[in-house]
């Protein structure tokens, strides 16, 4: 089993849709999450930083659950802007190292 | 602050050269990683520093590549000799303690 498992997608959905993906870890000692997005030939950028009360950023939500081992994003009414790959990054016991995941593949249609 | 640059930003080189890619972390960052991706492997960890010490550098493919970060502020991923296979684009990313990266924008590689 992987360390952190992403659906790989692609989901395709259209304008306006709610989107979610779930981002599976198996250390339980992971302290620190983070969502990333990348764009076709581009750097992975910092989306948001997962916070154990869950948090939100206007259309963006993500949440953690702890017992189940799995983090979420929620992307409300969806733009042609979010299509992107998203790649959740889990922070192991081992001081700066982060696991991630695949990535999930979003496509946003009009 | 400029966040962190890696040059150059694309490199053709033929087969059996030497590739010597660049990174400056953001200034007072105290881990240092660099990562490859391609299409058909994602993206992968290769090595990574904490406080210009290596850490972890099970992920570099073979022993034809070579890390080293001098100082704070400088790291070079070397490979030596270049095969095609090594195509890809090479990211660098640093961060303070575990708060999340900053990734570099990246070189992209061909060996041709």
């Known amino acids: 089993r992987k360390e952190v498992e992403q659906d790989p997608g692609p989901f395709n959905v259209p304008e306006g849709a709610t989107v979610a993906f779930n981002c599976t870890y198996s250390n339980s000692a992971s302290q620190s999450f983070f969502w990333y997005r990348q764009d076709c030939r581009k750097e992975p950028k910092l989306l948001m930083s997962v916070y154990s009360s869950g948090n939100e950023d206007g259309r963006f939500t993500a949440q953690l659950n702890r017992a189940s081992q799995y983090i979420s994003l929620l992307i409300r009414d969806s733009k042609l802007s979010d299509s992107a790959t998203y790649l959740c990054f889990c922070g192991d016991n081992q001081g700066g190292k982060l696991i991630f995941g695949q990535g999930t593949e979003l496509s946003v249609k009009p | ?112």
């Open chain 2, 1 to 112: 602050d400029a966040g962190v640059i890696q040059s150059p930003r694309h490199e053709v080189t033929e087969m059996g050269q030497e590739v010597t890619l660049r990174c400056k972390p953001i200034s007072g960052h105290d881990y240092l990683f660099w990562y490859r991706q391609t299409m058909m492997r994602g993206l992968e960890l290769l090595i990574y520093f904490n406080n210009n010490v290596p850490i972890d550098d099970s992920g570099m493919p073979e022993d034809r590549f070579s890390a080293k970060m001098p100082n704070a502020s400088f790291s070079t991923l070397k490979i030596q000799p270049s095969e095609p296979r090594d195509s890809a684009v090479y990211f660098c990313a640093s961060s303070f303690t575990d708060l999340g990266y900053t990734f570099g924008s990246g070189t992209r590689l061909t060996v041709v």
